[in-house]
């Protein structure tokens, strides 16, 4: 083989490419889309996409339908059983006509079902809602998100100074995130707890905590992942890193508890003070992607050295690239990262490397049930 001859794999890239280009020729040609939809064999695949491009353009308006579903209260309305249209306009305070509007689009779209000829009872995904009320939070959540979602290309371009959410989540490029007051905390604090039972599920289902010593959960928000840890794990002691103002929130849930013997929650900032020492592993939920990557490979380091050798760090957060729920990682928690100001969501492999830059070792990824809620990844410290 000459110098310039191409490798095998370099050969291979490149025939895919010039099939990529053809293929993309082909798909923008009219004449082409004419023909696939005319044709009995490739027309339901046109059809595919036509849906799929269709539900694109739509997909902010269905989440209104739910949104209206959620602050209406109309899921809690037919929980009891179904109701016919009128009952629904009384219950949820719109006119029969408006209310007619709202149940025909959320039965489209299987927030509520039909029920004989004039009734409605609850969809399989509005049963869903009604059962999570992380899910109820998120959706009256996600109003600041569309307004700061309204010109998203000003926002990729940096032209948008100030958003909701970037005032929301108030540590978000604050300087002094350790001066916030409760009030600046309180309402992303409610929201983080809100989901926090879904999350923490799925994290004690993959990684066994019953094996360590003493747990400490940084940024771990009011506790909620460490008092359902502190079930799954009776011997378990527990400690909470957080900002001041969300540490107290956290003393508060311990008390309400009965958790004060095992748990206490000290307050500080992740970016300038030492985390507190003596447990033998380390979680970091819903934290690192929240952090450029200066920042987060500082909380990494942070870590490392707060535990023992052979301490443990367990790193669970939503990850880019996951499988099968690619649009939920990528494209919601991308540009809802971009909306709050800072942030990115990772693939497990760019985590892993930024565990052993920090010094870790034996990276480990366990499986979740709900990967695009949270995945699992644990590293140790050597020794
Ligand atoms: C997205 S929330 C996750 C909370 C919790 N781990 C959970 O999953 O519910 C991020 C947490 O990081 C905390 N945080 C942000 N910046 C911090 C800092 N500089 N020092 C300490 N905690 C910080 C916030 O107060 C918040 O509780």
Redo the contacts with the bound molecule.
């Keep these: 083989m000459s110098d310039t001859a191409p490798t095998p794999a370099l050969a291979f890239t490149s025939r895919m490419g010039n099939l990529l280009k053809l293929r993309d020729r082909l798909l923008v040609s009219r004449r082409f889309q004419e023909w696939a939809a005319a044709c009995p064999l490739t027309r339901p695949i046109a059809r595919r996409r036509a849906r799929a491009l269709f539900d694109l353009c739509a997909g902010f308006v269905y989440s209104q339908v739910l949104s209206a579903c959620v602050r209406l209260g109309v899921f809690q309305a037919l929980a009891q059983g179904p109701l016919s249209v009128q009952q629904v306009a009384q219950r949820v305070g719109l006119t029969v006509d408006a209310a007619e509007r709202l149940l025909i689009s959320a039965t489209s779209l299987k927030l509520v079902s039909r029920r004989g000829a004039d009734g409605y009872g609850l969809g399989e995904l509005g049963a869903a809602v009604l059962a999570n009320p992380g899910v109820v939070a998120m959706v009256e959540h996600h109003t600041i998100l569309y307004r700061d979602l309204a010109d998203p290309v000003a926002l990729l371009r940096g032209e948008t100074r100030a958003t909701g959410l970037g005032a929301y ?1 108030s ?1 978000a490029r604050s300087d002094q ?2 001066d916030l007051q409760d009030t600046q ?1 309180a309402e ?2 409610h929201l ?2 809100a ?2 039972s879904m ?1 923490a599920n799925e994290i004690l289902a993959s990684y066994p905590l019953g094996k360590h010593r003493c747990l400490l ?5 009011d506790g ?2 460490l008092v359902a840890a502190a079930s799954r794990a009776p011997r378990l002691e527990l400690c909470l ?3 001041p103002p ?1 540490a107290a929130l956290a003393e508060q849930r311990f008390a309400r508890q009965g958790l004060q013997q095992r748990a206490r929650a000290v307050g ?5 003070d030492a985390l507190p020492g003596g447990a033998d592993v380390i979680s ?4 690192i992607h ?1 952090h450029d990557d200066a920042a987060a490979q500082a909380i990494l380091r942070s870590v490392k050295q707060a535990l023992p050798k052979g301490g443990v760090v367990v790193l669970a957060e939503p990850m880019s690239e996951s499988r099968g729920a690619e649009a939920i990682s990528d494209a919601y928690f991308g540009f809802y990262l971009m909306a709050m100001g800072q942030g990115r969501l990772r693939t497990p492999a760019t985590l892993a490397q930024m565990l052993r830059d920090a010094g870790f070792q034996r990276v480990k990824r366990w499986k979740t049930r709900m990967p695009m809620l949270v995945s699992v990844l644990t590293a140790r410290v050597p020794g």
């Design positions: 989540w540590y995130p350790a905390v992303y604090t983080m707890a989901s926090q999350i959960d940084v940024a771990g928000g909620s992942f890193f957080d900002l969300v500080g900032d992740l970016y300038r970091l939920v819903r934290v929240d």
